[in-house]
């Protein structure tokens, strides 16, 4: 039994072949059944005449809709005429699993497909999407592992909110509220005093209600968290990162790149270092392209759409001023009205992809800031906590995975990095 993808040789040109997979295109030209089989490879012609496989299985071919399974075995022939210049001739076809009136035709709306996303993601579209994402969750796994660390599990039901109120997700939980996570970070904090630099790959939770082009309300989520590293060294970690999951898609998946038309060379070109820029920077630029910002306004989706259009490479925007940032960023010593943190910003008007940055290590410091946010100490008591036995400098980020498969794949809207999107809308399937 022969992978589709690897039929395409020489050394089977005129051998008898098996394959298998499900049917592609179907057409029927007098005594000739011309089917285009796909497997997870490839795709490949298939001919199948009576002559050749007998009655009972040109009438199988004959009955078989688009999207059936079969079993084929033949000869492989060149022929300059098929997709990729080779064919099978069937000797014999095997119908497996009958589909009939497969419902997903030409020119459906993006709607109906994403009603159907259980049998779109058998487009070549999709396919190509979900081998990139799998070599983005590859390579990060890679990444880490290389660089020594350790990975870890936090929970999903939480009981406090991390990146503000406005977001959490409630669940009821035998009579108390519970919430789901927004992200890992303070759970991470606290394994960095037993392992020191640790990550995680986990979903993350945002009621966001918010209709943009980058916003699910499940996401996933990679996480980092290390000790006695600052800010600078953070964005030095994340930089190796983006780039060594950029090396890995461009080592694997240029076929895939390609069938979704994206334009590598704006990838291939990307080197290090990134680039960094101060918030105050931003917005200057913001307004040089005719934004209405000032001086503390936070960036949305289109605020960044703007900015980064233009932009070739990553950019680290730093120093944001503490007001629009959580409580638990670290105010710079020589400017305590901005925080030593970073948002890195994808090019081509892709906008964020990672938030990080330096927390809060002193406990004074830290109570204050929950006090200026008029948050409650109690819902952060383990937390604080940290802050009381032994604490040390440290640094982490968050970056969302389906926002950098939506970059990396250069595609239109987040929906379409994720095998079954969530939004406000959609739960099913
Ligand atoms: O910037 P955020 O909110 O930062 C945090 O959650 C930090 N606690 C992370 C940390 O330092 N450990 O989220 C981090 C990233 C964003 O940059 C974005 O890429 C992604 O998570 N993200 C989302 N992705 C898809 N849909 C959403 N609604 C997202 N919200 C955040
Ligand atoms: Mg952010």
Redesign the pocket.
């Known amino acids: 039994m022969q992978k589709i993808k690897d039929l395409f040789s020489e050394k089977f040109v005129d051998n008898e072949i098996e394959t298998r997979g499900w049917i592609y295109r179907w057409r029927e030209s007098g005594k000739i059944i011309f089917i285009i089989l796909r497997d997870s490879t490839g795709i490949i012609q298939v001919t199948v005449s009576k002559d050749m496989v007998g009655e009972e299985d040109f009438n199988s071919a004959k009955s078989a809709g688009i999207e059936s399974s079969v079993i084929v075995s033949g000869i492989l022939k060149r022929d300059e005429r098929a997709p990729g210049g080779f064919e099978v001739l069937a000797k014999k076809f095997v119908l497996v699993g009958k589909s009939l009136n497969f419902p997903i035709t030409k020119d459906k709306s993006d709607e109906f497909l994403l009603d159907m996303r259980h049998l779109w993601l058998r487009s070549r579209e999709m396919t190509a999407i979900l081998k990139i994402r799998s070599t983005v969750f590859e390579f990060l796994h890679d990444f880490f592992k290389r660089e020594g660390y350790y990975e870890v599990q936090a929970p999903m039901f939480v009981s406090s909110a991390?990146?503000g109120g406005s977001t959490l997700f409630e669940v009821p939980y035998f009579g108390r509220k519970a919430y789901l996570t927004?992200?890992?970070?303070f759970y991470?904090e606290t394994f960095i005093f037993s392992l020191e630099n640790v990550y995680t790959v986990a979903p993350?939770f945002?009621a966001?209600k918010s209709r943009t082009r980058?916003?699910?309300?499940e996401?996933w989520?990679c996480?980092?968290?290390v000790a006695w590293i600052g800010n600078d060294e953070m964005m030095k970690i994340e930089e190796r990162m983006i780039m060594h999951i950029l090396d890995g898609v461009l080592k694997n998946n240029k076929e895939e790149l390609i069938l979704l038309k994206r334009d590598i060379s704006k990838l291939e070109d990307i080197t290090l270092p990134f680039n960094r820029m101060e918030y105050a920077d931003i917005i200057k630029l913001g307004k040089d392209v005719g934004l209405d910002l000032d001086y503390g306004s936070d960036l949305g989706a289109d605020e960044e759409y703007a900015i980064t259009q233009k932009f070739e490479k990553p950019t680290f925007v730093i120093h944001f001023p503490k007001e629009i940032k959580?409580f638990y960023h670290r105010p710079d010593p020589q400017n305590p009205s901005v925080v030593l943190n970073h948002?890195?910003l994808a090019p081509e008007g892709y906008g964020?992809?990672?938030?990080?940055?330096e927390r809060i290590f002193d406990l004074d410091e830290l109570l204050q800031r929950i006090k200026e946010e008029r948050l409650n100490p109690e819902d952060y008591s383990w937390y604080i906590d940290l802050r009381k036995y032994g604490s040390v400098p440290h640094s982490?980020?968050?970056?969302?995975i389906?926002?950098l498969v939506w970059w990396i794949a250069g595609l239109e809207h987040?929906k379409y990095a994720v095998p079954y999107p969530r939004n406000v809308r959609r739960l099913v399937p």
């Open positions: 991390v990146e927004q992200s890992s970070q991470l993350s945002r966001e980058r916003h699910l309300t996401f989520h996480e980092a968290e959580p948002d890195l964020e992809i990672i938030g990080g940055g982490g980020f968050g970056l969302g389906d926002r987040i």
